[in-house]
């Protein structure tokens, strides 16, 4: 073989390595949604730490290469991305972020004002809802109920529960629970306009009490029991959840609250959020199931919007006039926290400009953390 015939060879078969050669229409569609992603965070401002690196984590798992043992693809043994993907299948990073949440998360309107609690209870019927919705369209139970925790509009949950039961479709089901999440502004406010009156959006609700620091410690250790005992299945996040809050509120463990909340927090958020997004690889993504369970978790989300909106207008059937909660906070029983409560708090901005509802807000957003937690428990619980 001459020189030039060994160049050419040799450039020829470089040319089958390229992305430009193994490249499909699904690749080409999975990189746009990428994209989408990405402008949505960085144009539209929604949720920039989550769809950014989830966004590029779709580009980058569907760029296209020959798979000849180059151990550079996500799904390969050995392959950098398959160890960072490793605490995403493993389900090791979604307690690792509980904790940082845990460490971040003030109690203080839950414990103030325990009855709301029934709130984030409330909306979990998104959860509930959905899995029913899921076996309906012959989904298969394990497979159902990692679809069902998107009502929860808790990432971390939706991967920790679905790397347990339905693996297989647990990209699709992270991308989901993450896009909801990151649509929470968009979708929230239309339906606790139309489930409200405008006497309703205007109730002020009493300032909360002072909570003492005792209560404060209290809370986390007790909780912690109480919910495990119940839902044991429930421990790795729970667990997690409450020693952060503990790190927090005992006033002994500043380093170590640093570092949960923010270089172990970020840089857990920067694998989960890139993993996943790389694990969404066009031949596996691009399917009717995914068509569905985006569907499903849109439902699962409004139901678990309206669920709470309703049982605070039913709450107030039982309360007295002094004792009346807005409805708009209702809405904050999901697990996206704080957005869900910014919401609530800007939406009764608009019709009283003196009614501030975070802090109430407050109480059902960290109980719907709680709450989603829970529910995981319990699916997992009952299919293991």
């Known amino acids: 073989?001459?020189?030039?015939?060994?160049?050419?060879?040799?450039?020829?078969?470089?040319?089958?390595?390229?992305?430009?050669?193994?490249?499909?229409?699904?690749?080409?569609?999975?990189?746009?949604?990428?994209?989408?992603l990405l402008w949505l965070a960085i144009k539209k401002d929604f949720e920039p730490l989550l769809l950014v690196p989830i966004g590029?984590?779709?580009?980058?798992?569907?760029?296209?290469?020959?798979?000849?043992?180059l151990e550079i693809g996500l799904y390969e043994d050995n392959s950098v991305l398959n160890i960072f993907y490793q605490g995403v299948r493993q389900g090791w990073y979604p307690p690792l972020v509980f904790l940082g949440i845990g460490a971040?998360?003030?109690f203080s309107a839950l414990i103030a004002n325990p009855k709301l609690i029934l709130i984030g209870a409330a909306a979990q019927f998104g959860i509930f809802g959905a899995y029913m919705a899921a076996l309906a369209m012959g989904f298969e139970p394990n497979q159902a109920a990692g679809i069902a925790i998107i009502g929860g509009a808790d990432g971390p949950t939706a991967i920790f529960l679905s790397s347990k039961v339905s693996p297989n479709l647990m990209g699709a089901i992270a991308v989901c629970a993450y896009s909801y999440m990151a649509l929470v502004p968009v979708i929230q406010p239309f339906i606790m306009r139309i489930l409200t009156t405008k006497k309703e959006?205007?109730?002020?609700?009493?300032?909360?009490?002072?909570?003492?620091?005792t209560e404060k410690i209290l809370f986390p250790i007790l909780g912690l029991i109480v919910t495990t005992f119940i839902v044991p299945s429930g421990l790795p996040l729970l667990g997690m959840l409450f020693f952060g809050n503990l790190l927090k509120e005992c006033g002994k463990t500043n380093?170590?609250?640093?570092?949960?909340?923010?270089?172990?927090?970020?840089?857990?958020?920067i694998l989960l959020g890139l993993t996943v997004g790389c694990s969404t690889q066009a031949s596996e993504f691009l399917t009717l199931s995914t068509v569905g369970i985006f569907a499903i978790g849109a439902c699962a989300f409004i139901i678990a919007t309206a669920s709470g909106v309703c049982f605070v207008k039913l709450m107030n059937l039982f309360l007295s006039k002094d004792n009346k909660i807005n409805p708009l906070i209702?809405?904050?029983?999901?697990?996206?926290?704080?957005?869900?409560?910014?919401?609530?708090?800007?939406?009764?901005?608009?019709?009283?400009?003196?009614?501030?509802?975070?802090?109430?807000?407050?109480?059902?957003?960290?109980?719907?953390?709680i709450g989603s937690a829970v529910a995981a428990g319990t699916l997992l619980g009952f299919l293991s």
Request: hydrophobic fraction near 50%; include cysteine; aromatic fraction near 8%.
């Open 1 to 36: 073989m001459s020189f030039t015939e060994f160049i050419v060879s040799n450039f020829n078969e470089f040319l089958t390595y390229t992305g430009f050669a193994n490249a499909t229409w699904g690749n080409l569609i999975m990189i746009l949604v990428g994209c989408l």
């Open 56 to 69: 590029l984590g779709i580009i980058l798992g569907n760029i296209p290469f020959r798979a000849a043992g």
């Open 104 to 106: 971040m998360t003030d």
């Open 201 to 213: 959006r205007l109730i002020r609700m009493k300032p909360a009490r002072q909570v003492s620091k």
């Open 255 to 269: 380093r170590l609250v640093d570092t949960a909340t923010n270089s172990l927090n970020n840089a857990v958020v």
């Open 330 to 369: 209702g809405n904050a029983g999901v697990s996206a926290v704080p957005m869900a409560a910014r919401i609530s708090n800007n939406l009764g901005l608009e019709y009283d400009r003196k009614n501030f509802l975070l802090m109430h807000a407050m109480g059902p957003n960290v109980a719907g953390v």
